[in-house]
């Protein structure tokens, strides 16, 4: 609540109706006062000494736009520069914030706590909680970010600054692609590692380089799922074998191969339960004479 709100409240302003005479006490008037002057300052970005909720911070609107509450606004700069008042700089982060650019993807970021004009000093969530627009370009995604050029709301991402923990129902939307989430903004995206079990290997006869085939494990000890097959790179000289549990850890790309989209670790105990041999394979890539 804002300064201006705490100062009515504590001087407790009487209402009227309209056309009734008021005659206000003097704490009344000084009262409204306050809070004029407390909204005037916060509008021109002098601060009110207003306390903040943590995960917010004060911005100023230099999009040059009429903003609503929950739109997107890249960081540009600080509002206060040390060197020209170092103590204001040191007491509480504050920020310009202007229309998104490829510069702010990834996390350079705040959502609008309130609407905010042109050059106007406002709330903005950095880090935390807050309801967003997000347009779903993905319903698995789980994740989002600003796109540039864009206030009005996030795309998703399989990663991102902004882990949505909860998402419209497609069928309750005003738009199909367009969702209200609750998203907590400096979330980590890093993919988490998957425990999974080796089914087959096939080695590169040149490299010696190894992938294998996977599956997500769904319990423990001996269950997985016979779904989605992932494929990993094991190293050279085959360091893992069919049968063996696996760590995948998520990566881009690895090589010329876009289906390689793990590396795998062996664990210890690695042995899952004896294969069949309809689910175990190994083979050579490619085979060279000889071999």
Known sequence: MGQQAN???????????RGQAFAPTAG???????????????????GSGEVLPPGM????????????????????????????????????????????????????????????????????????????????IDETHTFADVEAGTTGNLVSA????????????????????MAWCIARLGASSAPLPILAVCTSITIDPMSFSTTCV?????????????????????????LVRPGWKVLLLPIESIADDPDVKYVALPLIPALVRPLSADECNVEIAQPCEGL
């Not at 100062?7 to 109706?17: D, P, S, Y």
């Not at 399989?158 to 692609?177: C, Y």
């Not at 996977?214 to 094991?234: H, Q, S, V």
Request: charged fraction near 20%; aromatic fraction near 6%; glycine fraction near 8%.
């Open 57 to 136: 911070v004060p911005v100023r609107n230099d999009s040059g736009q009429h903003l609503q509450r929950y739109a997107a606004l890249g960081i540009s700069d600080a509002l206060v520069q040390p060197h020209h008042a170092f103590e204001q700089f040191t007491e509480r982060a504050a920020f310009k914030a202007i229309e998104p650019a490829e510069e702010h993807i990834g996390g350079r970021f705040v959502i609008l706590a309130e609407p905010l004009a042109p050059n106007a000093v406002g709330r903005a969530v950095l880090n935390g909680q807050t309801p967003v627009l997000v347009q779903m």
């Open 158 to 177: 399989k990663s991102g600054p902004a882990m949505l923990l909860t998402v419209q129902p497609v069928d309750k939307r005003t738009t199909p692609d």
């Open 7 to 17: 100062i009515l409240m504590a001087k407790k302003v009487r209402t009227v109706m």
């Open 214 to 238: 996977c599956k997500r494990m769904t319990g423990l000890p001996e269950a997985y799922e016979t779904g989605e097959e992932l494929i990993a790179w094991a190293g050279t000289r085959a």
């Open 28 to 46: 009344e008037w000084n009262a409204i006062a306050e809070a004029t002057n407390a909204y005037h300052a916060r509008q021109r970005g002098e």
